[in-house]
T-cell receptor, first 112, second 111 residues
């Protein structure tokens, strides 16, 4: 298994600003993922982040809005840019370890 | 990846077995069945997965029908802490390794 931590656990931001979410895995992993969970909804994949390559974004998500960094095999960041109230969601980091995806606790974002 | 169908909600008495069904009639031969759960306001928790054989771990058992078109997650002795949304996901485990989350089953364990 894997232990995944995220920072911050929650934040309240003003519209037009940006929030960067950090994700740390307790082991080296090739594949990391970022998901969004809007209020009352299920999880939606934003992008896949492999170390050493550009992140791959799902339909409806663009790099300018959700830039991702993957500097090493245990760490990734997701930035949510130019925030609007519609970005209020839980953002979750995930990592694939020995064939199974494990999830972090999530970052709860409220945009005012 | 194959689509899954789960009942939107179920109740289970505390201490009884919780049997959560999942239909995946379009599953292909190389696709696995994964189960996760999400307790309110937490990240999804991996429970179990299988290909065609029944599987058991310390959390649950997974029963997959012989034709692999459906499966059942069994929590042998449900507790109040098992109240959560349970997701059944079918994925090939290859390529992009994506997990596509549906709406899941909201399991309520009742005292």
């Amino acid at each position: 298994s894997a232990v995944i931590s995220q920072k911050p656990s929650r934040d309240i931001c003003q519209r037009g600003t940006s929030l960067t979410i950090q994700c740390q895995v307790d082991s080296q992993v090739t594949m990391m993922f970022w998901y969004r969970q809007q209020p009352g909804q299920s999880l939606t994949l934003i992008a896949t982040a492999n170390q050493g390559s550009e992140a791959t974004y799902e339909s409806g998500f663009v790099i300018d809005k959700f830039p991702i960094s993957r500097p090493n095999l245990t760490f990734s960041t997701l930035t949510v840019s130019n925030l609007s109230p519609e970005d209020s969601s839980i953002y979750l980091c995930s990592a694939r370890v020995t064939g199974t995806q494990y999830f972090g606790p999530g970052t709860r974002l409220l945009v005012l | 990846d194959a689509k899954t169908t789960q009942p939107p909600s179920m109740d289970c008495a505390e201490g009884r077995a919780a049997n959560l069904p999942c239909n995946h009639s379009t599953i292909s031969g190389n696709e696995y069945v994964y189960w996760y759960r999400q307790i309110h306001s937490q990240g999804p928790q991996y429970i179990i997965h299988g290909l065609k054989n029944n599987e058991t771990n310390e959390m649950a058992s997974l029963i997959i029908t012989e034709d692999r078109k459906s499966s059942t997650l069994i929590l042998p002795h449900a507790t109040l802490r098992d109240t959560a949304v349970y997701y059944c996901i079918v994925t090939s485990g290859a390529g992009s390794y994506q997990l596509t989350f549906g709406k899941g089953t909201k399991l309520s364990v009742i005292p």
